[in-house]
């Protein structure tokens, strides 16, 4: 089946980097994306990656390294509204179905 | 406006009363899901249905049903709910291949 590895929280302060890590053990793999969830709110999508590398849009970028089976969500010039739950997703064995690990808490400082 | 919807938005029962809470999405989308989020443990699948009259079990499928009658609904049953189910729940829709989910506002359910 499919396992998604995120830390529970992160803490950083306005205008700083954060990176939010993500591994993942697939059977079959077709990319890994990202989603972002505020309090009580839905979650909307962010950006997803499919071949090894950055992928930039705006201040978040995200990248993927298949051989390491691992990803990571960059965010850059931080802001008090980036405080958010910050989810990895891989679609499941027949490719479809979307599997999330269990979110990351960032938490934004002044 | 390219939307999901859910009805209630909100809802308390108690132990063994039945419910459903509804799902539309209005872009002819293939795939729908349903997830249920608790603390600390993510947005687990419940349901989901690749197509109409094609539904297939999630993670935790456990106490629900679904039906997919029509493309753009996807109704969440809870024929005997328990306070176990208490959970706040999310419906999602997106074409069969993408990565890109839209997800509905989420229902908070109590179940008491």
């Known amino acids: 089946g499919q396992s998604l590895e995120q830390p529970s929280e992160v803490t950083a302060v306005e205008g700083a980097i954060v990176q939010i890590n993500c591994t993942y053990q697939t059977s079959g793999f077709y990319g890994l994306s990202w989603y972002q969830q505020h309090d009580g709110g839905a979650p909307t999508f962010l950006s997803y990656n499919a071949l090894d590398g950055l992928e930039e849009t705006g201040r978040f970028s995200s990248f993927l390294s298949r051989s390491d089976s691992y990803g990571y969500l960059l965010l850059q010039e931080l802001q008090m509204k980036d405080s958010a739950s910050y989810f990895c997703a891989v679609k499941d064995q027949a490719g479809t179905a979307l599997i999330f690990g269990k979110g990351t808490t960032l938490s934004v400082s002044s | 406006e390219a939307q999901v919807t859910q009805n209630p938005r909100y809802l308390i029962t108690v132990t063994g009363k039945k419910l459903t809470v509804t799902c539309s999405q209005n872009?002819?989308?293939?795939?729908m899901s349903w997830y249920r989020q608790d603390p600390g443990l993510g947005l687990r699948q419940i349901y989901y249905s690749m197509n109409v009259e094609v539904t297939d079990k999630g993670d935790v499928p456990e106490g629900y049903k679904v039906s997919r009658k029509e493309k753009r609904n996807f109704p969440l049953i809870l024929e005997s709910p328990s306070p176990n189910q208490t959970s706040l729940y999310f419906c999602?829709?997106?074409?069969?291949?993408?990565?890109?989910?839209?997800f509905g506002p989420g229902t908070r359910l109590t179940v008491t």
């Open positions: 999602a829709s997106k074409t069969g291949d993408s990565y890109e989910q839209y």
């Open positions: 872009m002819n989308h293939e795939y």
